[in-house]
């Protein structure tokens, strides 16, 4: 796998793990050239789950957004990379099991369910995400907003 830091194809896997419902594998890499840290996701591939937006519009859900947008909210709280991989995990998770046999889930539940999961976290992250999120009172349109200011990943 690609480094993300450097861009060297040499790693090794730290560690595997299937998530609990058994629909991904994890595993943890780290670069041999210079020694970043990151995750690699392997998935059986699925129908892709569906997001509802308020207005109606839907949108393929992509637990990469909510990724980037979960290391914003908790940038400088000393929360490991392991925290935050088990977060978005979790996250993951419960959207898949809400979303049921037709795939499908709205923006506000997705929105509701990383609150939850935040809050239990990180107090400071979670107040970060909520305030920018019941501004823009819907996640594609925070995403997208936070996606602007998004460092490119380390
Ligand atoms: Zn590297």
Known sequence: MRCPACGSL???????????????MRRRR???????????????????ITIIKKNGDI???????????????????NITQEKIDDLVRSIEEAIQIQAGPKHEITSTAI???????????????YVRFASVYRQFNSLE??????????????
């Open 10 to 24: 040499e790693d090794k896997v730290l560690e595997t793990r299937t998530t609990a419902n058994g629909t991904a």
């Open 30 to 48: 780290e670069c041999l050239a210079c020694g970043f840290r990151f995750t690699s996701y392997e998935r059986v591939e699925d129908k892709p």
């Open 59 to 77: 949108q393929p859900f992509d637990i990469r957004k909510i990724e980037r947008s979960l290391r914003i909210c908790t940038d400088k709280r």
């Open 111 to 125: 929105g509701e369910e990383i609150l939850k999961k935040l809050y239990t976290l990180d107090p400071v992250a």
């Open 141 to 154: 349109q925070f995403v997208d907003e936070i996606e602007k200011f998004a460092q490119p990943e380390r």
